[in-house]
Nanobody, 115 residues
Framework: QVQLVESGGGLVQAGGSLRLSCAPS????????MAWYRQAPGEQRELVAT???????NYADSVKGRFTVSRDNAKNTLYLQMNSLKPEDTAVYYC?????????WGQGTQVTVTS
């Protein structure tokens, strides 16, 4: 089992920045691919960014050039740095991690971007 705890969400004006954190209950070195997803009201959950253990990242087209995902082994934390935020980035953001072929989810953190 893996518990994932997200933090760092909040209210920000358009053009601003936030950094989300995700702390797993196990060593991040034991986890497989980690990812950030988001879900806006009335919408399906969508993939935002992924990072594999080797560090290779991938992003949704809507966030490329604005968001950066990283995994800090020393701090045992997954991050999502979000810059140039837009109102359409408003959503609940979820951390996701694979461990022995099982996918685990955090409880989510709300990000609200005002125009």
């Amino acid at each position: 089992q893996v518990q994932l705890v997200e933090s760092g969400g909040g209210l920000v004006q358009a053009g601003g920045s936030l950094r989300l954190s995700c702390a797993p209950s196990r060593s991040i070195l034991s986890l497989g691919t980690m990812a950030w997803y988001r879900q806006a009201p009335g919408e399906q959950r969508e993939l935002v960014a992924t990072v594999i253990p080797g560090g290779t990242t991938n992003y949704a087209d809507s966030v490329k050039g604005r968001f950066t995902v990283s995994r800090d082994n020393a701090k045992n934390t997954l991050y999502l740095q979000m810059n140039s935020l837009k109102p359409e980035d408003t959503a609940v953001y979820y951390c996701n991690a694979g461990y022995f072929r099982v996918t685990y989810w955090g409880q989510g953190t709300q990000v609200t971007v005002t125009s």
